[in-house]
């Protein structure tokens, strides 16, 4: 009877190690790995960097009347740097309306309902936002900025 009841436990042992190990790949699927995670997180970086940023070009702004000419004349008060050393690119569109870009490793998740009104949902790859300096209207996001869709034209004066 020792033989059998040891095979028992062998057997038990076998079908509880198989649906760990299931549990774990699952997991791992369901989650991403994490180096997935880091780099969704580095993406979370990049998003605030850029809103830093718009915040910062919308306060040169308000302090000298125009906009900066390159990301270079904020070094000194908004020393941001892409998480993965890419440089953050800017554009003056207009007087009142500028370009900033980034890349992204992932595209935002979500609710696709979000993304009718989340001026920051983004695909993978390069992505740009471009905004208009506006009257302060406090529920416009963020502060003063204008986001604009990438394929509606800047406005003209």
Known sequence: MTGRGGGGRALLLLVVTVAVVVAVVFGLLALGSPQDERRRKL???????????????????????ALPASLEELKALFPIVDPAAAPYEYEVLDDSTFRLCATFDYP????????????????AGRQCYRFRIGRMILSEFPRNLVPLAEDEPAPTR
């Open 43 to 65: 993406d979370d970086t990049r998003q605030a960097n850029l809103l830093t940023l718009s915040a910062a070009v919308s306060a040169h702004f308000d302090r000298t009347g």
């Open 108 to 123: 935002t998740e979500g609710d696709p309902a979000r993304f009718e009104y989340d001026p920051w949902v983004h695909r």
